[in-house]
């Protein structure tokens, strides 16, 4: 298949991932945040809160393709792709956190079944969130590797935690605008795992790719990248944020 973009060891294919990754190869280490199956801006929190503050017209803009119960089909494939096609390193998925679905318990528990599951990491994003009783705060990245015994680890401080706090990694929570993906993550949450999981040169792979945020977080890190998304006006976001990341110099 014809890459949609291709430059400076960063590739991005326009199309399903269930079809385009499988023809990949082998790949050194996955950061995705896959849609989490919220209805989002159909219905969902957001849209009310929308509604609620008259803003409607963000709702167009807002839904996101395969983001209702097709999720978790999703999910699963992604997992059992991990399992068979990385070469001996950690999938990092984003998901949700809290209810009243615990979709963060059923995601971690299949994610088991097909690796070993590592660790649940508590995103903090520092700013009350969306809702009326516990109101959502934070969101998790799940961890598992392929394989039993050492994960591929180069932090060599000993105090990763579990937790990542506001500020952490210059971490910082988005809102997004109007012409943002609705759900867009920080590029520092994506370089904080891709650092910790891989080396330059390295092939990391988002086959959801949104926005592109972790395309550019691997770019500013040197590292070879492929990203697969469904929608062109996302593959075209991400295209323009790439072509404004300076080039890293290989040692």
Known sequence: MKPF????????????ARKIAPGLGLIDFIFTDPPFGHNNGNGDLIAASQKWRGKCKTKVWRTIKNDGPEANDLAQWLFAYAADSLHSSCCCCCCGGGGPDPQFA????WMDERMEFKQMVVWDKGKIGLGWHYRRSYETVLVAQKGKGKTRWFDRTNRVENIIRPGDYGIKKIIPQAHDHPTPKPVA??????KLHT????????PFLGGGSSAVAAKQLGRRFIGIELEKRWCQLAVARLEATPVVKQA
Do not use: E, M, N, P
């Not at 430059?7 to 326009?14: F, L, M, N, P, V």
């Not at 080396?199 to 988002?206: C, E, H, I, N, T």
């Open 5 to 16: 973009y291709d430059r400076h060891g960063i590739t991005i294919y326009h199309g399903d």
């Open 106 to 109: 059923r995601w971690s528990l």
């Open 199 to 206: 080396r330059k040169g390295d092939l990391v792979l988002d």
């Open 189 to 194: 949450l994506a370089a904080h795992f891709i």
